[in-house]
């Protein structure tokens, strides 16, 4: 009898659940290690889109991702006025096969953490591990973990492979790129909440309003109260700022309102009441928007980065998670298809290092964004027509080409 290869994912969040569940699928026993001690449905809302909703669907969780999902019917831009610049339908209702969700990251992680759970065994997630160094030994990998508050060492484990899907400050990266310094700041700050409201536009759209140095984006995330006709509004306030970025991130922190509900005052269109969303928020957290350069190299031997660890991008465009596990579908595939592990991890990283580096560049330009930022300088006072503006093929070739980057155009 063959052995079975052993993975172990550093990282228990959305790209290293996922990457788990397929690498199952593909015969491999996997170990999850996740620094915190206990896993909780933190964060707030994200989209994903049809081309990762198709792989999570053949994972078997479909039924479970309607549950917690609302299915996005329609993405909307707008000025700084209120006034619409582009719309087009989303998911099922642009005639895509697979919905495109808008889900809590925390839900969508509890989801996926409890498929590991019963499809790998209770022991296959290792909470409080800490990665701290790691070795390779001709075709094995050696990793070394602590507890994160304690500093108590607690052993050694071994695999055929390591994948460091440890987020954007991934130990792993910082090995392999130990100059490359703190992520990136755009000079953006996002503030983030939820807010239960009316429901607005068509009960399942999502918007945007504003430009790039002043934006911000809501959509609803919770199918209940959508039963009962209320919405349970995610949102998401962006302001440029000068000087550095401030301190790391933290999901439990609450962010005092008045640092940004000054600049939306005047945000009330009429069909979204921005200063009230944001006052009637019980919480906001504050992040700073950032992403790394895209790198020449994520394998190494049998060590390989996916998701954030591997691409950290700016939240433009609702990415990331999708990226993260279209990461993990491409890694599974390898791994099932290639004759070694040297080989299956190079083919992963051909398949993805080139197509994820392009999203991060076009990111970093607004992607399809950038029809508000377009608008914003040719019409800074407001517009009565809009084609006088920015014409429709304009509209059209940004929507489209940044599809085609990000693998989701509908063809495909």
């Given at each position: 009898?063959?052995?079975?290869?052993k993975?172990?994912?550093?990282?228990?969040?959305i790209?290293?659940?996922?990457?788990?569940?397929?690498l199952?699928e593909?015969?491999?026993?996997?170990?999850?290690?996740?620094?915190?001690?206990?896993?909780?449905?933190?964060?707030v809302?994200?989209n994903?889109?049809?081309?990762?909703i198709?792989?999570?669907?053949?994972?078997?969780?479909?039924?479970e991702?309607k549950?917690?999902?609302?299915e996005?019917?329609d993405l909307?831009y707008?000025?700084?006025?209120?006034?619409?610049?582009w719309q087009?339908p989303?998911?099922m209702?642009?005639?895509y096969?697979?919905?495109?969700?808008?889900?809590?990251?925390?839900?969508l992680?509890m989801?996926?953490?409890?498929?590991?759970k019963?499809?790998?065994g209770e022991?296959?997630?290792?909470?409080g591990?800490?990665l701290?160094s790691?070795?390779?030994h001709?075709?094995?990998?050696?990793?070394?973990?602590?507890d994160?508050?304690?500093?108590e060492?607690?052993?050694?484990y071994?695999?055929?492979?390591?994948i460091?899907?440890?987020g954007?400050?991934?130990t792993i990266?910082?090995f392999?790129y130990?100059?490359?310094?703190?992520?990136?700041?755009?000079?953006?700050i996002?503030?983030?909440?939820?807010t239960?409201?009316?429901?607005?536009?068509t009960?399942?759209?999502m918007?945007?309003a504003?430009?790039?140095n002043?934006?911000?984006?809501?959509y609803?995330?919770?199918?209940?109260?959508e039963?009962?006709g209320?919405?349970?509004?995610?949102?998401?306030?962006?302001?440029?700022v000068d000087?550095?970025?401030?301190?790391k991130?933290?999901w439990?922190?609450?962010i005092?309102?008045?640092?940004f509900?000054?600049?939306f005052a005047s945000?009330?269109?009429?069909w979204?009441n921005v200063?009230?969303?944001i006052?009637e928020?019980?919480a906001?957290?504050e992040?700073?928007?950032?992403?790394?350069?895209p790198?020449?190299q994520?394998?190494?031997?049998?060590?390989t980065?996916?998701?954030?660890a591997?691409h950290?991008?700016?939240?433009?465009?609702?990415?990331?998670?999708?990226?993260?596990?279209?990461?993990?579908?491409?890694?599974?595939?390898?791994?099932?298809?290639?004759?070694?592990?040297?080989?299956?991890?190079?083919?992963?990283?051909s398949a993805?290092?080139?197509?994820?580096a392009?999203?991060?560049?076009?990111?970093?330009?607004n992607?399809p964004?950038?029809?508000?930022?377009?608008?914003?300088?040719?019409a800074?006072n407001g517009?009565n027509?809009?084609h006088?503006?920015?014409?429709?093929?304009?509209l059209?070739?940004?929507a489209?080409?940044?599809?085609k980057?990000?693998?989701?155009?509908?063809?495909?």
């Amino acid at each position: 009898m063959v052995e079975k290869r052993k993975a172990m994912i550093a990282g228990g969040g959305i790209g290293g659940l996922t990457a788990a569940l397929k690498l199952h699928e593909a015969g491999v026993s996997v170990q999850v290690f996740e620094s915190v001690r206990e896993i909780k449905a933190l964060g707030v809302g994200i989209n994903v889109q049809p081309h990762a909703i198709k792989i999570l669907s053949e994972l078997g969780l479909a039924d479970e991702l309607k549950q917690i999902g609302v299915e996005t019917a329609d993405l909307s831009y707008y000025n700084k006025f209120g006034k619409l610049i582009w719309q087009e339908p989303r998911g099922m209702n642009a005639g895509y096969r697979y919905p495109q969700y808008s889900i809590h990251r925390g839900e969508l992680q509890m989801l996926l953490l409890n498929a590991v759970k019963e499809r790998l065994g209770e022991d296959s997630i290792k909470t409080g591990h800490q990665l701290i160094s790691f070795q390779r030994h001709s075709d094995i990998v050696e990793a070394h973990f602590e507890d994160k508050k304690t500093g108590e060492k607690l052993g050694s484990y071994t695999a055929d492979m390591l994948i460091a899907a440890d987020g954007i400050h991934s130990t792993i990266r910082k090995f392999y790129y130990p100059n490359e310094g703190e992520p990136i700041f755009s000079n953006r700050i996002l503030w983030r909440g939820i807010t239960e409201g009316e429901p607005f536009l068509t009960g399942k759209s999502m918007v945007m309003a504003g430009h790039q140095n002043q934006k911000f984006v809501a959509y609803p995330i919770s199918p209940q109260a959508e039963k009962t006709g209320h919405s349970v509004i995610n949102w998401i306030a962006e302001l440029w700022v000068d000087g550095d970025a401030p301190s790391k991130a933290d999901w439990n922190k609450k962010i005092d309102k008045s640092k940004f509900a000054p600049d939306f005052a005047s945000w009330d269109f009429g069909w979204l009441n921005v200063p009230q969303l944001i006052d009637e928020a019980e919480a906001v957290f504050e992040f700073p928007m950032v992403d790394r350069d895209p790198l020449p190299q994520w394998t190494f031997g049998r060590v390989t980065l996916l998701g954030d660890a591997a691409h950290p991008m700016y939240p433009i465009g609702s990415n990331g998670a999708s990226q993260a596990i279209i990461d993990a579908e491409e890694l599974g595939l390898a791994v099932q298809k290639e004759a070694s592990l040297d080989a299956a991890l190079q083919a992963y990283e051909s398949a993805r290092l080139t197509p994820t580096a392009n999203i991060v560049k076009s990111n970093r330009k607004n992607g399809p964004d950038s029809v508000m930022q377009i608008v914003e300088e040719r019409a800074p006072n407001g517009f009565n027509a809009l084609h006088d503006v920015i014409s429709q093929q304009e509209l059209e070739d940004i929507a489209n080409q940044y599809k085609k980057i990000t693998g989701f155009d509908r063809a495909r």
